[in-house]
Nanobody, 124 residues
Framework: QVSLVESGGGLVQVGDSLRLSCAAS????????MGWFRQAPGKEREFVGF????????YYSDSVKGRFTISRDNAKNTVYLQMSSLKPEETAVYYC?????????????????WGQGTQVTVSS
């Protein structure tokens, strides 16, 4: 089992960059694949990106590809979401999630563990 806590959200301007962190508890963090999702008011939770257990594989939604980067530091039990060129429509609560499923996991229901989320607001 793993507990997740996101941080780093806030209010930014259009085109700004922001880095989110997701700190995990437990000694088995390095065995989990991690995902980032976001949810805007009135909308479904949306896949943002994925990183496998050792950071060797990442995968992004088309909407963020080339602007967002996911990385992880297993020694620190932390995964990061570096976001750049932010847009107003990317205002949402951002969540990290963990699971041991193999392969790219892009569906929210496939993740067993979730953080509480961190708000990102992009102002125009």
């Amino acid at each position: 089992q793993v507990s997740l806590v996101e941080s780093g959200g806030g209010l930014v301007q259009v085109g700004d960059s922001l880095r989110l962190s997701c700190a995990a508890s437990g000694r088995t963090f390095s065995t989990y694949a991690m995902g980032w999702f976001r949810q805007a008011p009135g909308k479904e939770r949306e896949f943002v990106g994925f990183i496998n257990w050792n950071g060797g594989t990442t995968y992004y939604s088309d909407s963020v590809k080339g602007r967002f980067t996911i990385s992880r530091d297993n020694a620190k039990n932390t995964v990061y979401l570096q976001m750049s060129s932010l847009k107003p429509e990317e205002t949402a609560v951002y969540y990290c999630a963990a699971d041991r499923l193999p392969g790219r996991v892009t569906v929210a229901s496939q993740y067993a563990y979730w953080g509480q989320g961190t708000q990102v607001t992009v102002s125009s």
